[in-house]
């Protein structure tokens, strides 16, 4: 089955700095990569995902790369706040047929400095 | 979006006990999902919850272990049976609202057994 792994997984930066997270996925049948981000003691909330046909997708201050070649795909925060710390998943899943359910990483804990 | 409304909210529980947890959606939804979060961990898939047939479970979990019910489109249960400590854990439903959207999560039930 498909395997996520993800790094760093402790990431702080000074406010203001950039943040980057990468990912990579084992399955090449995975088309769509979300990224969740989850605050203590909340439930997952999705910021940004991506598919297969893309390359590179943006909302913001936030930003997804996907290389398929490779089997990685990477999230940029720009500009961080300290309301960006949070706990970041990428997932991957098989968003036509087959495994629809979501592989996730381990998880970022990303920390901003005020 | 899916509102997505899981019960209880958290519970301390009796080992050799059974928990069930309910998922209710605003919304008839195509897909609906049980994960479990450790503490301080990643998300890792229970099952897939199928309307009208049995769950479909990943490996590492079974049926009499976690028997999931869905019995309509917007309603899901979880029951966490003979529990012991290593089950406390966050366990959340979700859901994807209509084929190729995104996926939703409830708020967690936070499972303690004592």
């Known amino acids: 089955g498909e395997n996520v792994e993800q790094h760093p997984s402790t990431l702080s930066v000074q406010e203001g700095d950039s943040a980057v997270i990468k990912c990579t996925y084992s399955?090449?049948?995975?088309?769509?990569f979300p990224w969740y981000k989850q605050e203590l003691g909340k439930r997952p909330q999705l910021i940004i995902d991506i598919r297969s046909n893309v390359g590179e997708k943006k909302d913001q201050r936030i930003a997804v790369t996907l290389n398929k070649t490779a089997k990685h795909f990477s999230l940029h925060i720009t500009e961080t706040q300290p309301e960006d710390s949070a706990v970041y998943f990428c997932a991957a899943s098989i968003r036509t047929t087959g495994r629809r359910a979501l592989t996730f990483g381990s998880g970022t804990r990303l920390q901003v400095q005020p | 979006s899916a509102v997505i409304s899981q019960k209880p909210s958290r519970d301390i529980c009796q080992r050799g006990t059974s928990l069930t947890i309910q998922c209710q959606v605003d919304s008839q939804v195509t897909m609906m999902f049980w994960y479990r979060q450790q503490p301080g961990q990643s998300l890792t898939l229970i099952a897939t919850a199928n309307q009208g047939s049995e769950a479909t479970y990943e490996s590492g979990f079974v049926i009499d272990k976690f028997p999931i019910s869905r019995p309509n489109l917007t309603f899901s249960t979880l029951t966490v049976s003979n529990m012991s400590p290593e089950d406390s854990s966050i366990y959340l439903c979700?859901?994807?609202?209509?084929?190729?959207?995104?996926?939703?999560f409830g708020q967690g039930t936070r499972l303690t057994v004592v």
């Open positions: 979700s859901v994807e609202a209509r084929v190729n959207t995104e996926a939703f």
């Open positions: 399955d090449s049948a995975s088309n769509y």
